[in-house]
């Protein structure tokens, strides 16, 4: 085991892992087929793997594996082990390696652990095509946004007015995104416990775990209690957007979104609420899909870095700045609904598809710790 290092500058190809997960690309690594564990802060004690190469934060711990156990065992097994109820610190919670390798465990013969690792891998391999899949439609949105909204392909041989923006399909006005949105709402972190008015559990959305809503997952929200009061002014809708207003690193802008289906929702059986650092964006009626795809094109194209604050540490999203200022293209009506019937089609494959990944994700839970302590065996071998 080894402690990382603060990532080098610069963007690439190696992803970097902190606490919790991927954070960033960079163009070196210091770590190879690696365990990584959160170090610090809300995700110490979180467990990830990477089997190629990567860069190991400051904030997470490098493990490697010895000959006599086999990578992916390893991996499953530190699952099982919940650091995070092992951790030293009160307001800064902190994971040692002394920590991790003061665990006691039972490691079967090399044999045996490849035939469990095949049993979970199987599992988490279909995952993973499920996740290709919805990526590969999540990009086909994101291509039609582009030509209908950026690139206006489909009305090239139509007459183009002059904008503030640029040249624009006659009909089509130039706004803000005030001017599709209906309000904004802060998010909530409640109580880790039940005490006092704070008696509504619900699952607290953060922006880690964005990417596994995307991909139609439920994600490994934690589940925190807050006011009722405060749920029923939070609590979300269909076609709702969240966003990240807090976080970022150097390469890496604040301002990231999701979007918010009733699919979504359901997975939480409606008690679901976004943190503080977050924001629900309601849109206006019909603006949904054009309000995410609208947001995330500028996301991509690097322009949230022109709306933050704050050079060092946690950067903040200037999120009222953004929706006031921001110039926007406004489609006539028609289209942007001819665009959101695309993209409910989409978005329900990509939940769907997210539901099953979600129940085998379940399946191998149940497996896993019956598989790693003997209970559940796949020949004689503890």
């Avoid at 977050?278 to 019909?286: F, M, T, W």
């Avoid at 994700?361 to 071998?381: F, H, I, N, W, Y």
């Amino acid at each position: 085991m080894k402690n990382g290092k603060k990532r080098p500058q610069g963007s690439g190809f190696f992803p970097v892992y902190g606490g919790n997960g991927i954070m960033d690309n960079t163009d070196s690594f210091n770590s190879e087929r690696t365990i990584i564990v959160g170090r610090v802060g809300a995700y110490c004690g979180c467990v990830y793997k990477c089997d190629g190469k990567c860069w190991v934060s400051d904030n997470a711990i490098a493990v490697y594996a010895k000959d006599l156990v086999d990578f992916f065992f390893l991996y499953y097994l530190m699952t099982t082990l919940e650091f995070h109820h092992h951790h030293i610190g009160g307001a800064q919670p902190l994971m040692t390696q002394d920590i991790i390798g003061d665990f006691t465990i039972k490691l079967p013969s090399l044999s045996v652990q490849k035939e469990i690792v095949s049993i979970l891998k199987a599992i988490d391999d279909k995952i993973e095509c499920n996740r290709q899949i919805n990526d590969n439609l999540e990009q086909q949105a994101q291509a039609l946004f582009k030509s209908w909204f950026a690139d206006f392909e489909p009305f090239k041989d139509g007459e183009f007015v002059e904008s503030e923006i640029g040249m624009i399909p006659k009909g089509w006005t130039v706004g803000v995104y005030d001017d599709i949105i209906l309000e904004t709402i802060s998010g909530d972190w409640g109580k880790e416990k039940a005490e006092s008015n704070y008696t509504h559990k619900v699952a607290c959305i953060r922006g880690c775990d964005f990417q596994d809503i995307k991909n139609g997952l439920r994600g490994k929200t934690p589940e925190r209690f807050i006011l009722e009061k405060n749920f029923q002014n939070k609590q979300f809708c269909d076609k709702d957007m969240l966003v990240e207003i807090s976080g970022g690193t150097a390469t890496v802008s604040t301002g990231r979104v999701c979007p918010v289906s009733q699919q979504l929702i359901d997975k939480y059986n409606g008690d679901v609420v976004c943190t503080n650092f977050c924001r629900l964006v309601r849109p206006k009626k019909g603006y949904g899909a054009y309000l995410y795809y609208s947001w995330f094109n500028k996301y991509n194209n690097k322009v949230m870095f022109g709306y933050e604050n704050g050079t060092s540490g946690i950067k903040n999203f200037r999120i009222k700045d953004f929706t006031s200022i921001e110039p926007v293209v406004l489609p006539p009506l028609e289209k942007i609904q001819e665009f959101q019937n695309v993209i409910d089609s989409i978005q329900k494959q990509i939940q769907t598809r997210g539901t099953e990944s979600q129940n085998l994700a379940q399946l191998r839970d149940t497996l896993l710790p019956r598989l790693m302590s003997g209970e559940l065996k796949v020949e004689a071998g503890f």
